[in-house]
Each structure stands twice: as structure tokens, then as C-alpha cells.
């Protein structure tokens, strides 16, 4: 049966059968950008980022981490990566923060553009787990609450990584079979 890719029915979430991509896991390669700043929150997405991908097969030989001073250098870091050929695709990590001297909303507007212009150029997904709260306050309360959410926050991007590099091979499977 010839179907079009509006009328697939992909699965795109996990089951109790498991999770749709366990193959795509097995063999994808993926980087994994975080700022400097606020390293006690960002190192939470990224480590349950990592461990999630472990988790699901991706090896650990195929996850790379880089580091970069603050969120503002990520995206810049994700195109040279995606122009590298070296990753099927690239996670960031980051706390944005309103510091008071500037105005977050604008490092988070350039992040989050930024990584979509490298995702729609390069056509290499880029997630983003960079995260602007509203008021965060380094005081043991706050940093222990977004310590967690980061946690949860990794899994999720982890997540969304595999399901949709799952959803593109199916696609360009598709694709090519109606190609050929």
C-alpha cells in the first residue's frame, strides 16, 4: 500500500511494546552542546540526556559532549558540527537567566533562531533543552528545584532526539522506495 507522508501513521511516542527506535539508536550518532554557565543545572539535562540515549541504544561512543562559555555560542557550535558530517544531530543545554544587566529575552530569542536557522540550512535536526526562567534566584531552593527539572528535561530531549531521527529514516525510506 502507497502511502504519502501526510497520510503515514508514524509511531512517535513510547509503548509498552518499547520504543519505535530502538534501530535508528543503534546506529546514530550525536552531539551534545552545553553552556558554561550555571553548570550545577545545565550538567543535569545534559547527563540525563546522555543517559537517556545510553539507555535506548545509542553508544556511548556516539554521543559527544561540547562545551561552550555561555548559551549565546551554541548555535554557532551546533552549524560547525552539523557542517562536520559527523552527527545526525546535536541537543543544546542552557540556563538562561535574567542577570540584570541584560535583557534575557533577547539571548534567548538569538539561541533558539539561531538553532532553528542551523536546523532548516544544514536539514540535521537540533534540539534544544535551553531553558529561560522567568525568576530564578541562585538560592539553594531554586537551584535544587531546576536541578530536577533539568533532569526531566534531558530525558524529554533525548526523547525527542530518537523519535525524530526514527521519523526521518522512515520518511527517506519512503522516499527512496517511491523513488525507485
Excluded at 21 to 28: E, L
Excluded at 50 to 66: D, P, R, T, Y
Aim: charged content about 20%; overall charge negative; aromatic content about 8%.
Amino acid at each position: 500500500m502507497n502511502q504519502t507522508p501526510s497520510t503515514m501513521n508514524f509511531e512517535t511516542h513510547a509503548t509498552s511494546a518499547g520504543t519505535p527506535w530502538k534501530a535508528t539508536a543503534g546506529r546514530s550518532r550525536i552531539a551534545i552542546i552545553s553552556a558554561s554557565w550555571h553548570t550545577e543545572v545545565v550538567y543535569q539535562a545534559r547527563d540525563a540526556a546522555q543517559a537517556e540515549l545510553q539507555a535506548q541504544g545509542v553508544q556511548a561512543g556516539n554521543i559527544q559532549h561540547f562545551s561552550v562559555p555561555g548559551a549565546f555560542e551554541i548555535p554557532l557550535m551546533a552549524k560547525k558540527l552539523v557542517q562536520s558530517g559527523r552527527f545526525d544531530a546535536v541537543i543544546a543545554c542552557a540556563l538562561i537567566v535574567n542577570g540584570g544587566i541584560y535583557r534575557h529575552e533577547f539571548v534567548t530569542t538569538a539561541v533558539i533562531d539561531g538553532l532553528m536557522r542551523v536546523q532548516m540550512d544544514s536539514e540535521v535536526p537540533v534540539f534544544s533543552a535551553v531553558l529561560t526562567p522567568r525568576d530564578f534566584h541562585e538560592h539553594g531552593d531554586h537551584v535544587e528545584f531546576f536541578r530536577q527539572h533539568f533532569v526531566k528535561k534531558g530525558a524529554e530531549v533525548a526523547h525527542a532526539c530518537l523519535n525524530t531521527l526514527d521519523q526521518h529514516a522512515k520518511l527517506d525510506a519512503l522516499l527512496q522506495a517511491k523513488a525507485a
